[in-house]
């Protein structure tokens, strides 16, 4: 069985990434992992802790109902979010991952944002980019 990463954040973004890795998974009928990664810092306070902890139990929900093998991890670690999806990716020995890309200004649309421009280059596997709906 294969496995399907999926980068999560809660943002638009990162439920377009959720509902095509959720797609992608039952479509190759592999697993599905995933993964919120924050960097900790002075924004990942307590409540945003809660907040984070409430989605992902809700994740949780949605995989179950879909009725797919899946994990669902939450790292405040320290590291880049690019890392942590591409080390997971490649310890899963992944088939794909799943990112959510977010609208840019017109000079935003030069560079994508780091997360993104990293794991498109430097991932093992191939990567689905979805745009989140406006």
């Known amino acids: 069985m294969g496995t399907v990463v999926v980068g999560y954040v809660p943002k638009p973004e990162g439920e377009a990434a959720l509902n095509s890795g959720i797609a992608e998974a039952k479509l190759r009928s592999a697993r599905i992992v995933v993964v919120n990664s924050h960097r900790g810092g002075s ?4 409540e945003a ?17 879909a009725g797919l093998d899946h994990e669902v991890r939450q790292l405040v670690r320290g590291f880049e979010p690019a890392e942590d999806l591409i080390g997971i990716a490649e310890d ?4 794909l991952i799943v990112i959510g890309l977010r609208r840019r200004s017109p000079v935003g649309k030069l560079i994508l944002g780091s997360n993104a ?18």
């Open 43 to 46: 924004e990942f306070d307590a």
């Open 117 to 134: 421009q990293r794991i498109l280059l430097d991932a093992k596997c191939p990567v689905l980019a979805v745009k989140a709906d406006a």
């Open 92 to 95: 899963a020995e992944a088939e």
């Open 49 to 65: 802790s809660v907040k984070a902890e409430a989605d992902m139990e809700r994740i949780k929900g949605m995989l179950t109902d």
